[in-house]
């Protein structure tokens, strides 16, 4: 399987406009899933919401068409598609002729489906939406619901992952909350460019004190994975160490590239969020 490191990440690329499938880059899930102790099939449910802000198309008349596009990615796909090589991939489709928006979308079913689902022993489907430009108006801005955790007054001094700060009051009545955060930045795994995010953790069970989980979501600051695994990681150190009947992770990072990343974690089966960016998205 690719490895990020031959990705076209950080390279100097030839752009084309010219439709091309052989662009998208898969990525195994599996080894960084290792790395924080998932062997086999995940303890969670979920998927990953991208957003595709510069896509476009001919026409057969030989006119530019636009859309925005929405893709599902279940996280039960054995690989990601890396976000320059979906840029890249994207782009192909801008001098190419489609006989119409519903054969762009099938396209890209089909592409993107066979990348994530490559390898696994009964391959499925991922969902594609176009949204074309007179249902523009109806997008949407609307920040995380929850009690923000940046209203805390704290100080900040480990900035790489650092889950013994996390912590849950196991001896007093469970809770059910929603808390959020607007403080959430890592760094892309090969070239190290900044990833901004906010973040969603919504759960039951005893109660995680609030001061040392906005540390402890501050101290992804100078780390270095992909926003899926990111987020992998915080549901699993959430999980072990605040021990919630119940949790559900999910966090938005501003765009790169015309495209942003939404992945989200739940420990039980639960409708995805609506795909609505928030405002510094």
């Known amino acids: 399987m690719n490895s990020p490191d031959l990705s076209q990440l950080g390279r100097p690329v ?4 010219q439709y091309d499938a052989s662009l998208l880059y898969p990525i195994a899930r599996a080894g960084k899933r290792e790395e924080i ?15 595709s802000y510069e ?3 001919l026409n057969p ?10 893709f599902t990615i279940p996280c039960e796909t054995p690989n990601i598609v890396e976000s320059k090589s979906l840029k890249l991939y994207l782009g192909s489709f801008s001098g190419t002729v489609f006989a119409s928006a519903d054969a762009v979308r099938d396209r890209l079913r089909a592409d993107l489906s066979e990348a994530v689902w490559r390898g696994a022993p009964s391959p499925s489907t991922v969902g594609v939406r176009l949204l074309l430009p007179d249902l523009f108006d109806q997008e949407q801005v609307h920040e995380l619901d929850g009690l923000s955790l940046d209203r805390l007054d704290i100080e ?6 650092a889950p013994e700060l996390l912590k849950s009051a196991v001896d007093e009545p469970p809770v059910e909350e929603v808390l959020t955060s ?26 995680i004190e609030q001061g040392g989980l906005l540390r402890y979501l501050v101290s992804f600051r100078n780390h270095n994975e992909f926003h899926e695994q990111c987020v992998e990681r915080i549901f699993m150190d959430l999980w072990r160490r605040c021990r919630p009947t119940r949790l ?20 039980h089966p639960m409708a995805l ?7 510094r998205q």
């Open 273 to 279: 969020p609506a795909n609505v960016r928030t405002a």
């Open 156 to 161: 900040c001094t480990q900035y790489t992952p």
């Open 37 to 51: 102790g998932i062997a086999g099939a995940p303890p969670f449910f979920g998927a990953d919401l991208w957003t």
């Open 61 to 70: 008349r030989g006119k530019p068409q636009v859309a925005i596009g929405h």
């Open 248 to 267: 559900a992770v999910y966090a938005r990072y501003t765009r790169r590239g015309g495209l942003d990343i939404n992945p989200l974690r739940t420990s």
């Open 55 to 57: 896509l476009s198309w």
């Open 14 to 17: 030839h752009y084309t406009d």
């Open 182 to 207: 607007n403080l959430l930045k890592s760094n892309c795994l090969v070239t190290g460019q900044p990833d901004w995010g906010s973040i969603q953790i919504r759960y039951s069970g005893p109660q």
